[in-house]
């Protein structure tokens, strides 16, 4: 697959990318190798912003995330950072009136030097296995309730009232698409779903001072952001 053209809202990113002067180039790149390799992209953001003086943090802002984009793109589409990178130049000749055709190999290796960056593939990366499901977690809400409980005679007052909840899972289809999800649970229910959460943690926590003794590289889905 080849990418066939720059969304609108990112292109003015992609720009400012390959028209700064090598000082502050360097200094956004510089500033991205010194940021933690497990950051956020929001901490990368504030990192480079200060680190990178020559760089505006709203320009430092949307070339980071526009970069983080292209990279999930690239993961989920299988495309290489060689044929990425000769995409997005291609278009962003054909597309900004601003860049000169002189100057594409400067702006192709400009992108291969960012886009093979850890400290930008590990989050979008994470992020692209986080959420490479059907479905993805949005929100979640219990609603306690109570239900009357009449006997034959529907015009007598209820025999009693059912106390009862209901859990509401939104999901996440796609980026513009959402899933309500609703299911009735009783006192027993609320018990397993504490029981199964509490494992999980407990899991997650064992597994995590295992990889820490044995000095191996992780990421939790705290440290991926959308």
């Given at each position: 697959m080849r990418f066939q053209r720059i969304p609108e809202a990112q292109l003015p990113a992609f720009e400012d990318l390959f028209t700064l002067e090598d000082t502050p180039f360097n200094e956004l790149n510089e500033a991205i190798n010194s940021a933690p390799k497990?950051?956020?992209?929001?901490?990368?953001?504030?990192h480079v912003s200060k680190k990178a003086k020559s760089v505006s943090p709203d320009r430092a802002k949307a070339i980071i995330l526009s970069l983080k984009t292209l990279l999930g793109a690239m993961d989920m589409y299988h495309v290489s950072t060689i044929q990425a990178s000769k995409d997005i130049v291609e278009n962003a000749l054909k597309q900004s009136t601003k860049l000169n055709s002189?100057?594409?190999g400067r702006y192709e290796k400009r992108l291969l030097s960012l886009l093979g960056n850890p400290h930008l593939i590990l989050p979008s990366k994470a992020l692209s296995l986080l959420t490479d499901h059907a479905r993805t977690f949005g929100t979640i809400r219990i609603i306690s309730d109570?239900?009357?409980?009449?006997?034959?005679d529907a015009t007598a007052l209820p025999?009693?009232?059912?106390?009862?909840?209901?859990?509401?899972?939104?999901?996440?289809?796609t980026k513009d698409a959402e899933e309500d999800i609703y299911i009735?649970?009783?006192t027993a229910d609320l018990r397993e779903i504490e029981e199964a959460v509490k494992r999980a943690t407990e899991k997650q926590e064992v597994l995590i001072n295992q990889f820490t003794k044995l000095k191996l590289d992780y990421v939790t889905p705290d440290e991926v952001e959308a």
């Open positions: 497990k950051a956020k992209a929001s901490a990368v953001v504030a002189e100057h594409a109570m239900r009357p409980v009449f006997g034959e025999h009693a009232w059912m106390l009862y909840h209901t859990l509401h899972f939104r999901c996440n289809l009735a649970l009783d």
